[in-house]
C-alpha cells in the first residue's frame, strides 16, 4: 500500500455522494492511511440521497477511523503535519468562495487553512451549480494559487444548467497521484 497520508474532506453537493465515495474507497484500497473529514452540512443533513448516519457509517467504515467532524479536529492537521495531500470532493461552490477569500469557519475550510501551512496540495473535486457564474473568479483565484489543484470538471448540464460544473469524479485517484507530484492533471476543462 501507498505510504502518502491522505485527507479526505466531503462537502454537502449530495446527489455527488455515492460516485464520491466510490473513489474514496479506492483511495482506502489503495492508500494506508486515509483520513476522512465530513463538513457540518454532510454529517447532519438526510435527503432524498440517504441518510447522514449511513454516510457517515459508510466513510468512517472505509477508512477504519472516525471523521473528523469539528473544527476544533481539524485545526491539528497543519501543526502535526498529519496529511500528505488533502482532497476535498465534492468540493461545493460555498466553500471554493470561502478557500478563495481565506475564510475558516467550517471544518472544511480548516482543515484547508491547517493543511496548507505546510505548503502541501489541496486537491479539489468542484461539484457547483454556480461555478462558471458566482463562484467563477473564485475557481480562477484557487487556480493561480500555489499549492492548489483540481480534479478535471466540466458542465454536467449544459443545456438545463448552464452554469454548473462537476468534476469527473472517476479521475479522483489519478489527481491525487499528480497533486503529490507537484502538477495539475491534464485537461483541466472537460468537453461535455
Known amino acids: 500500500?501507498?505510504?502518502?497520508?491522505?485527507?479526505?474532506?466531503?462537502?454537502?453537493?449530495?446527489?455527488?455522494?455515492?460516485k464520491v465515495l466510490r473513489e474514496y474507497l479506492r483511495l482506502t484500497e489503495e492508500y494506508?492511511?486515509?483520513?476522512?473529514?465530513?463538513s457540518e452540512a454532510a454529517a447532519a443533513t438526510d435527503t432524498r440521497f440517504g441518510t447522514a448516519q449511513a454516510f457517515l457509517a459508510a466513510v468512517e467504515q472505509a477508512a477504519g477511523r472516525e471523521a473528523i467532524r469539528t473544527i476544533r479536529a481539524a485545526e491539528p492537521i497543519g501543526p502535526r503535519k498529519l496529511l500528505d495531500i488533502l482532497v476535498v470532493a465534492p468540493c461545493t461552490g460555498n466553500t471554493l468562495a470561502k478557500l478563495?477569500?481565506?475564510?475558516?469557519?467550517?471544518?472544511?475550510?480548516?482543515?484547508?487553512?491547517?493543511?496548507?501551512?505546510?505548503?502541501?496540495?489541496?486537491?479539489?473535486?468542484?461539484?457547483?451549480?454556480?461555478?462558471?457564474?458566482?463562484?467563477?473568479?473564485?475557481?480562477?483565484?484557487?487556480?493561480?494559487?500555489?499549492?492548489?489543484?483540481?480534479?478535471?470538471?466540466?458542465?454536467?448540464?449544459p443545456e438545463n444548467k448552464p452554469c454548473s460544473l462537476v468534476a469527473d469524479m472517476t479521475r479522483i485517484p489519478e489527481a491525487v497521484e499528480a497533486a503529490l507530484a507537484g502538477r495539475q492533471l491534464q485537461p483541466v476543462?472537460?468537453?461535455t
Request: charged share 20%.
Open 100 to 157: 478563495a477569500g481565506g475564510i475558516t469557519d467550517s471544518v472544511v475550510t480548516m482543515a484547508a487553512k491547517a493543511h496548507l501551512r505546510n505548503r502541501r496540495p489541496v486537491l479539489l473535486a468542484i461539484a457547483s451549480n454556480d461555478a462558471l457564474s458566482a463562484n467563477a473568479e473564485n475557481i480562477g483565484r484557487l487556480m493561480a494559487r500555489r499549492d492548489y489543484y483540481f480534479v478535471p470538471f466540466g458542465q454536467d448540464d
Open 32 to 38: 494506508e492511511t486515509v483520513v476522512p473529514i465530513v
Open 1 to 18: 500500500m501507498k505510504q502518502e497520508r491522505v485527507g479526505f474532506a466531503f462537502c454537502g453537493s449530495f446527489c455527488t455522494h455515492q
Open 189 to 191: 476543462l472537460l468537453r
